[in-house]
């Protein structure tokens, strides 16, 4: 044990490296040759890591595996983040940034934030994580829905804040996972989560808590029925639903106010068009819908009453694709509609025929 070990808990990341490439060499290996290299030395407990980088140190035997999350994370360009606390709030609508108190930590939602869970959204999606299907930048008002972080469909919005720091607002919704053991009653996995974010050098984030009432940051999310304002910009986050399979959140945009009880209009249906020559099976449907929307595509050979069902989800853009199984020759008709929470739109219909 080095001197320096001896006294307190230094952190001493260049030593660590020091050591990490000694004990490599000694067996044979050449560190700079790896992606990324993490020594464990005995001096003091804690770890650090090299923002952004590929070097963690840890410096004693880690309580769990959360040091290693929380130190990937800042290798990955994640700062500690932070949270707005005690916001102002008027019935069921909560105002930000002005009037809130911002503590350290306090994001249970974020490994290098104060919780044991994953990393948010916006982190995925600046680790290119997420692609440009499942994550958009929301310019105008309208309805939009949320996937489950990690299922297929739209898991990222972000709305910006020209000439302001942070310069965006993220938002997500969770679902229990085997990482983070919330609860399926648990406020984490039944509303929406709201983040100030900016994504330059590294990743600064500051959760919103969504329930300033009470003292605890460990219920942020804004659940169904409540409202968020962004009194920098204007910006309004209503909260329609939240359930198992998505959250619906009605999003409001300059002097264009949308609300959750806005109608749906029908989905377009681009592929096959209308009057399109027949063709062979598989038949590919694709077509346009309001972002994340669930859509639901039922088919049947013309005339008959056996409708079957197809359900996808859209895509952060309002893009949609469905696959039909095989199908024999002939003609059929098809009809689809999109959903989001309890809200459902008029159907677009389309006939199209199969051939050998």
Not at 21 to 47: E, M, P
Not at 182 to 188: H, I, K, S
Not at 263 to 284: D, F, H, K, N, Y
Request: proline share 7%; aromatic share 8%.
């Amino acid at each position: 044990m080095p001197e320096i070990c001896k006294t307190g808990s230094p952190m001493p990341i260049n030593l660590a490296a020091e050591e990490g490439h000694k004990a490599a060499r000694a067996n044979g290996l050449d560190a700079d040759t790896f992606d990324f290299v993490i020594s464990v030395i005995q001096c003091g407990g804690n770890a650090s890591a090299w923002k952004p980088g590929r070097f963690i140190g840890v410096y004693g035997q880690p309580g769990s595996p959360h040091v290693y999350k929380h130190e990937f994370g800042h290798s990955l360009g994640y700062s500690h983040g932070t949270t707005f606390t005690q916001c102002p709030r008027a019935g069921d609508t909560v105002t930000a940034p002005t009037g809130c108190t911002p503590i350290s930590y306090g994001d249970t939602g974020d490994s290098v934030s104060g919780g044991g869970t994953l990393y948010p959204a916006n982190n995925r999606w600046y680790s290119a994580w997420l692609d440009n299907a499942q994550t958009a930048v929301i310019t105008q008002s309208g309805l939009y829905r949320l996937t489950k972080l990690g299922a297929p469909g739209a898991q990222l919005y972000l709305i910006n804040r020209p000439g302001l720091k942070p310069a965006q607002l993220a938002m997500e919704f969770r679902a229990p996972t085997p990482f983070d053991h919330f609860p399926v009653d648990d406020n984490r996995v039944n509303g929406v989560w709201i983040r100030y974010t900016t994504m330059a050098a590294s990743v600064d984030n500051t959760q919103v808590d969504g329930t300033p009432e009470t003292s605890s940051t460990a219920d942020p999310t804004f659940v169904g029925g409540k409202r968020f304002r962004d009194d920098e910009t204007g910006t309004t986050i209503e909260v329609c639903s939240a359930t198992n399979s998505g959250a619906v959140v009605a999003v409001s945009v300059g002097s264009t106010l949308t609300r959750c009880a806005s109608a749906l209009s029908a989905p377009t249906i681009r592929v096959p068009a209308a009057g399109a020559a027949p063709v062979s099976s598989p038949v590919v449907f694709s077509g346009t819908s309001r972002p994340g929307a669930l859509i639901n595509l039922s088919y049947r050979v013309a005339g008959s009453s056996n409708w079957k069902d197809i359900k996808v989800s859209a895509d952060a853009h309002g893009n949609w694709a469905a696959t039909l199984p095989e199908l024999i020759s002939g003609k059929y008709n098809a009809q689809a509609w999109q959903t989001m929470g309890s809200s459902a739109s008029l159907a677009t219909f389309r006939n199209f025929e199969v051939v050998p």
